[in-house]
T-cell receptor, first 112, second 111 residues
Framework: RKEVEQDPGPFNVPEGATVAFNCTYSNSASQSFFWYRQDCRKEPKLLMSVYSSGNEDGRFTAQLNRASQYISLLIRDSKLSDSATYLCVVNPPTDSWGKLQFGAGTQVVVTP | DVKVTQSSRYLVKRTGEKVFLECVQDMDHENMFWYRQDPGLGLRLIYFSYDVKMKEKGDIPEGYSVSREKKERFSLILESASTNQTSMYLC??????????FGSGTQLSVL
């Protein structure tokens, strides 16, 4: 079983619509969580950090459910520029310092 | 802005060649990382370094070594390249272990 699992998509979203997708993780002792965004043929860039129950940044909302071991990302009022692959990243327990665990990514395609 | 620079965007090598991938960061970060990214697998950690001359194995260190002689530079070495090392290689730096700044990547093809 992978440590971090994501639906690869693609999620095809009309411009202006809302899209949400989840990421599940296997280690219940994981410390913190992140969403990175990766454009086609580009490097990943940090989108949001999630340390407690959730975080909101403009049109983006991340939620953490520790009981069910998943985090979600919701994008409201989708823009064409939101088309990208969203990587879920989990920081494991402290004895694995430095070894972030990456999901394979969820592809989002926003269409006009 | 943090800048992480990888020396080559595309590289083609032959099986058995020794390959050097260079990475330089300009933000005085303590920590530097090498990942490879393959379709459907996500990023996998090869090696990381938390200080000059210090290195730690990641999840897939076999077939690789690293060098960190200066704080700003972290090199990945493939001693004898093999076809299964064809991949996108991403270098990252960070002041902590969480918020990574990535270079633009090196697409390595081993023929």
């Amino acid at each position: 079983r992978k440590e971090v699992e994501q639906d690869p998509g693609p999620f095809n979203v009309p411009e202006g619509a809302t899209v949400a997708f989840n990421c599940t993780y296997s280690n219940s002792a994981s410390q913190s969580f992140f969403w990175y965004r990766q454009d086609c043929r580009k490097e990943p860039k940090l989108l949001m950090s999630v340390y407690s129950s959730g975080n909101e940044d403009g049109r983006f909302t991340a939620q953490l459910n520790r009981a069910s071991q998943y985090i979600s990302l919701l994008i409201r009022d989708s823009k064409l520029s939101d088309s990208a692959t969203y990587l879920c990243v989990v920081n494991p327990p402290t004895d694995s310092w430095g070894k972030l665990q990456f999901g394979a990514g969820t592809q989002v395609v926003v269409t006009p | 802005d943090v800048k992480v620079t990888q020396s080559s965007r595309y590289l083609v090598k032959r099986t058995g060649e020794k390959v050097f991938l260079e990475c330089v960061q300009d933000m005085d970060h303590e920590n530097m990382f090498w990942y490879r990214q393959d379709p459907g697998l996500g990023l996998r950690l090869i090696y990381f370094s938390y200080d000059v001359k210090m290195k730690e194995k990641g999840d897939i260190p076999e077939g690789y070594s690293v060098s960190r002689e200066k704080k700003e530079r972290f090199s990945l070495i493939l001693e004898s390249a093999s076809t299964n090392q064809t991949s996108m290689y991403l270098c990252a730096s960070s002041q902590d272990s969480e918020k990574l700044f990535f270079g633009s990547g090196t697409q390595l093809s081993v023929l």
